[in-house]
């Protein structure tokens, strides 16, 4: 690949320029994958912050159609994986004329499997109401149908309705070479399809999955590949968390339940009393799931292994769990090879209860059976005790309808960066992957040393586009008037302003109690606006509406403060309630503060500052999202300006101009608005 092809392509009259309406010749993009190229040559690692509106997508993809390898791309979403797949990388392959073949691979749970939904389909009392009978019939003629079997095609059945998890299979419950459909198998293809690309379009919980599994020893997921981009790359380290550790819930014991029993009577109806061994697991799941009961008075209703109030209840009936899943194991063992659905329960519940198992140790004496108790020859001390806590933390999570055990490594670090191949080129980029310039904390949280950084500011012109407004007048997030407070500030925005608006909050109970203030004060004020709630709808279908409404009004949380594009004046002003510092009593949190403190460090400077900077600067970046772009972003949090860490937060934003005064926010939507 030569640096002058690359310039010919980026060029204002270029092969980009003619085949995308409305592409802009960009240094900074140029720059960028002059400098994935040098990675690829040199197979290193790319961390590239690279702003708003750089173009970072072609960037990454033209080096990679150019390189001549095995190439896969990881995205944050599924969505963005679908728009790279089905428009970004067909456009790219047209206008340069390369003849690259291209592949999406998703979790298995994205894909109908026919076993599963032939199971389904012949078992009338599993279906839990009318409308599960219709959606039923219509992902049946979608598999007969589908080339793919992707569940993103049909849209006329919710994303997130049940009837997914029961047509579709787990790693566990998958029956492999033995499934009467594995010709037909839509996984299966899709992993051939993507063994045989050029480039292979991927997400994040996809790789960490991939990564998780290579750590057991099974490398048959993700093909082998000379270049690796994260997009998004920001989100890698909350995924590989979630994804390097590991859960049960009472879901997953229920489920377990009903398929061992529906399997015995099935398939091996003399064995035993299967209803019976069905209602053990059941009880059992339930007794853990009572005994866990104070947890939910406990703040996040969550508590570590450590503060669980009652422990010995609580271990007990956990001790009682596992006997029973003993007991299960053996009685599907005897029977497991009269049917693959038999062979898929005694899997799970060795699955399960090897999870189960793995969350008891250490025990709370800081013995750890599953790590070799060793003895020091110098001292005759013993080695290998208690200091698992270190590595991992634990916690139950309990609420009025479900309980899950949780455990997740405090570092990353290590196992991520231990998985590039020395063959391999990685690029991560991101808008938001530094704090001012400073991609320290980045660099800590993925153990990548060695990688080189590099940052591209936004090409757009912010301090013309938009105003930040911090108002002066507002109590501290704590107040407990403050919500209201808050509202009384976005009002007189509200009232001018002729766009869409979108307030972020960071909690979901700030969702509920700004929506229900604003749904009072447009009563009062007779201000006709249609009022998105988070919650009352999937994302998808609050985003088509919110787009769709022009002025609408949404308030949403964490899901909503990144990977949001409402260009033009679908979006004319953001209001963010308070700084996003994680939640204190989010386990993971804790853990790594302490550890942090025992350590010497500064958790705040060290840990939440940085974190709270990077998805503050997320939340911010929805407001401008091209050239014609303009808007206000209103900050309610007056830490931001009064504390001494404020200006490392307020330097990390886009260079918006800046104003206390409410009345020069207002004048600033007028004009705007007049000028359009």
Do not use: G
């Given at each position: 690949m030569l640096l002058q092809e690359l310039s010919d392509i980026f060029a204002p009259d270029g092969p980009l320029a003619q085949a995308v309406p409305g592409y802009r010749s960009?240094?900074?993009?140029?720059?960028?994958a002059q400098a994935i190229e040098d990675t690829l040559r040199n197979h290193s690692t790319l961390i590239a912050e690279a702003g708003t509106g750089t173009g970072k997508t072609w960037a990454y993809l033209v080096p990679a159609f150019l390189c001549g390898g095995k190439v896969l791309v990881s995205t944050g979403t599924r969505t963005l994986q679908d728009q790279l797949f089905q428009r970004d990388l067909p456009r790219l392959r047209n206008a340069l004329a390369l003849p690259v073949s291209i592949a999406l691979l998703k979790g298995r749970g994205n894909y109908v499997c026919h076993y599963h939904l032939e199971r389904l389909s012949g078992d009338e009392r599993a279906l839990k109401s009318r409308s599960e009978i219709g959606q039923l019939r219509q992902i049946q003629v979608f598999a007969q149908q589908s080339r793919t079997g992707d569940r993103s095609d049909l849209s006329d059945v919710p994303e997130d309705a049940d009837i997914w998890g029961r047509v579709t299979s787990t790693r566990e419950n998958c029956l492999g070479q033995e499934c009467p459909h594995v010709r037909d198998c839509f996984v299966l293809k899709a992993r051939r399809q993507a063994q045989d690309a050029d480039l292979v379009v991927v997400n994040h919980a996809l790789f960490m999955a991939d990564l998780a599994l290579r750590e057991e020893g099974i490398t048959d997921l993700l093909p082998t590949v000379d270049m690796v981009v994260f997009d998004e790359a920001h989100q890698l380290p909350d995924i590989a968390t979630r994804f390097l550790g590991s859960s049960v819930s009472s879901h997953q014991l229920l489920d377990l339940a009903r398929a061992t029993e529906a399997a015995g009577l099935a398939h091996a109806r003399e064995s035993t009393n299967w209803t019976e061994a069905g209602k053990r697991i059941e009880h059992a799941a339930r007794a853990l799931r009572l005994a866990a009961a104070p947890i939910e008075k406990m703040p996040g209703r969550k508590a570590t292994f450590q503060a669980i109030p009652n422990p010995e209840e609580f271990d007990t009936a956990l001790d009682e769990l596992l006997g029973v899943l003993d007991h299960s194991i053996k009685l599907l063992g005897v029977v497991s090879e009269k049917h693959p659905d038999l062979a898929a329960a005694a899997k799970t519940c060795l699955d399960v209860r090897a999870r189960l198992y793995q969350w008891t140790q250490p025990d709370r004496q800081g013995h750890n059976a599953l790590k070799p108790v060793q003895t020091d020859p110098g001292t005759g001390q013993q080695e290998g005790r208690g200091n698992e806590d270190g590595a991992a933390v634990r916690w139950v999570e309990h609420s009025l309808h479900h309980m899950r055990?949780?455990?997740?490594?405090?570092?990353?670090?290590?196992?991520?960066?231990?998985?590039?191949?020395?063959?391999?080129?990685?690029?991560?980029?991101?808008?938001t992957l530094s704090v001012k310039g400073d991609f320290g904390h980045f660099l800590r949280q993925l153990g990548l040393w060695d990688a080189q950084t590099l940052s591209w500011e936004s090409p757009f012109d912010y301090a013309a586009q938009g105003v930040l407004y911090a108002p002066k007048m507002l109590p501290l997030p704590s107040d407990r008037n403050f919500n209201e407070r808050f509202v009384d500030a976005l009002m007189p925005l509200i009232k001018v302003s002729k766009g869409g608006v979108l307030v972020l909050c960071t909690t979901l109970r700030a969702v509920d109690r700004i929506t229900e203030i604003l749904e009072q004060r447009f009563e009062d004020e007779d201000i006709e606006r249609l009022l998105l709630r988070q919650g009352e709808s999937s994302r998808r279908a609050l985003l088509e509406r919110f787009r769709a409404g022009s002025n609408a009004v949404l308030v949403g949380s964490a899901s909503f403060w990144e990977g949001i594009d409402v260009p033009g004046d679908a979006l004319t002003l953001v209001a963010i309630d308070k700084l996003p510092f994680a939640p204190p009593d989010d386990p993971v949190l804790e853990a790594r503060l302490n550890l942090c403190r025992s350590q010497g460090g500064n958790p705040f400077m060290e840990y939440q500052l940085p974190e709270a900077a990077i998805a503050l600067k997320q939340g911010a970046g929805r407001l401008i999202r091209s050239e014609q772009d303009w808007g206000v972003l209103m900050v309610g949090d007056t830490r931001m300006i009064d504390k001494p860490y404020g200006r490392l937060l307020w330097r990390g934003l886009p260079p918006f101009a800046r104003t206390r005064e409410p009345g020069q926010a207002v004048e600033f939507l007028l004009r705007k608005q007049d000028a359009d």
């Open positions: 960009r240094k900074a993009q140029l720059e960028l055990l949780h455990s997740a490594p405090l570092s990353v670090a290590q196992i991520f960066s231990r998985y590039r191949s020395k063959d391999q080129a990685w690029v991560l980029t991101s808008a």
